[in-house]
């Protein structure tokens, strides 16, 4: 059995209802999701950014275009691999979750790597795990295949298997120093990430306890410490409200007669817990490409519209994964006389993300219309409208003319100006 009839053996039908927890496991894993190192996703701002990075991709969609010198670019729908990238990469999957989860483990693991199965209409793509892939560049022309090639070995539970560079599609991030393997946001910032774990256990301790911080509990008498952590226990108990569900951990605690509780008052604000919390996650934001606005920090907003927050969006964070995609893409789906003769080319449509307020796309379409720039079935296709007839064809005022035309307009004959005298030349004769 094939690593391709592995992959689709995770999602045979199950006879129990509930799966156990090492199948879940291994979905997860087909996924590319590390079960054995989830820390990071459980901090919260870097599972904001994962999950903004991953639906800005997931929503756009993927189109097979064309360019020649009559008609312009044009989709390519007739073709199954529109249909194939663009709706069902493979039978499981739509390209919505699909392209996610390609951006969820380029973000989270730095690299993402996809097997094209098939070709033409049987052509499929699957997401392999990413921890089992192993990156080698033959230089010594071990598989004696050609020095200098790459190849993707994939160890798992079926065996070992190796693919060539034209089998996979490989989405890294730009952290490369290579060219080959990216770095991913959670080794370059594991500190940062980690320090943001940490603010999140205290404050789930301190939610626990009842915002009771550390006391210092003095007591007469002479206790073994096996007796002193039991009465230390009972004390908890009383404070944090653990003892009884109905009882309100209120301000009154019960203390033996001899013994004294002096809280230790370490308040948030004393150690800027908030401040460098927000700092934190910032530092994360930042490295995602995240705008502070988009993780709710309005603090330093100075934009006016939403359509402008998208656009600054899009060009300093979603422009260079998608090129990237595309040129991926492009390469390994496409043959050479199909990109280079036939001038065809994958792309994502950005005009989901920057498309703006009705009003303003009927005022920028009719603007391109009356300047000869799109035609009418053109700028009713942007706003999901059919085409009409006549519709194909350029219009647009004709007012505008050449510096060097000026006043040329008066020179001309007028077709009801009479003939000149003599007539042409047939007349003449």
């Not at 989270?108 to 499929?124: D, E, Q, R, T």
């Not at 009713?380 to 006549?390: A, I, M, N, P, T």
């Amino acid at each position: 059995m094939g690593v391709l009839d592995k992959i689709r053996g995770f999602f045979k039908p199950r006879s129990k209802a509930d799966a156990s927890s090492d199948e879940v496991n291994r979905f997860l894993q087909f996924l590319g999701v590390d079960v054995t190192n989830t820390s990071a996703i459980n901090e919260a701002t870097y599972f904001a950014c994962l999950r903004l990075r991953a639906e800005a991709i997931g929503k756009l969609p993927l189109k097979l275009m064309q360019w020649d010198n009559v008609r312009g670019i044009n989709p390519v729908r007739n073709d199954p691999r529109y249909y194939i990238l663009g709706t069902r990469p493979n039978r499981y999957m739509t390209a919505t979750t699909f392209w996610s989860t390609v951006e969820y483990n380029v973000c989270h693991y730095g690299n993402c790597y996809v097997l094209i199965s098939g070709a033409g209409a049987k052509m499929s793509l699957w997401i392999l795990p990413t921890e089992s892939i192993q990156v080698i560049n033959d230089d010594k022309d071990l598989f004696k295949k050609g020095a200098g090639k790459l190849y993707y070995v994939y160890s798992g539970e079926s065996g070992i298997y190796t693919f060539s560079d034209e089998e996979i599609l490989h989405f890294k991030t730009s952290s490369t120093f290579d060219g080959i393997i990216g770095k991913s946001v959670r080794e370059r910032l594991s500190e940062v990430i980690d320090s943001g774990n940490d603010s999140q256990k205290m404050l789930r301790r301190m939610y626990k306890n009842g915002y009771t911080g550390k006391a210092v509990l003095q007591y007469t008498g002479d206790l073994n410490d096996k007796l002193v952590q039991t009465y230390i226990k009972g004390i908890e108990a009383y404070a944090s409200g653990s003892d009884d569900e109905k009882r309100d951990p209120s301000t009154i605690i019960p203390i033996p007669v001899g013994s004294t509780l002096t809280p230790l008052n370490v308040k948030l604000s004393d150690g800027q817990f908030l401040e460098i919390k927000q700092y934190t996650a910032l530092q994360i934001a930042a490295a995602f490409g995240i705008k502070p606005y988009q993780i709710n920090d309005f603090t330093k907003s100075s934009y006016a519209s939403g359509e402008l927050q998208q656009i600054d969006f899009y060009v300093d964070t979603l422009l260079y994964p998608l090129k990237q995609y595309e040129e991926e893409i492009t390469f390994k789906i496409l043959s050479m006389k199909e990109a280079v003769d036939q001038g065809m080319f994958w792309k994502f449509n950005v005009a989901v993300t920057l498309r703006a307020d009705f009003k303003t796309q009927v005022e920028t379409l009719s603007k391109a219309v009356n300047t000869f720039i799109m035609t009418p079935n053109e700028a009713r296709e942007r706003l999901d409208l059919g085409s009409v007839e006549h519709g194909d064809k350029l219009i647009g005022q004709g007012a505008n003319i050449r510096l060097d035309q000026i006043g040329a307009q008066y020179n001309a004959q007028s077709p009801a100006d009479p003939p000149e005298e003599g007539g042409n030349e047939e007349d003449a004769g």
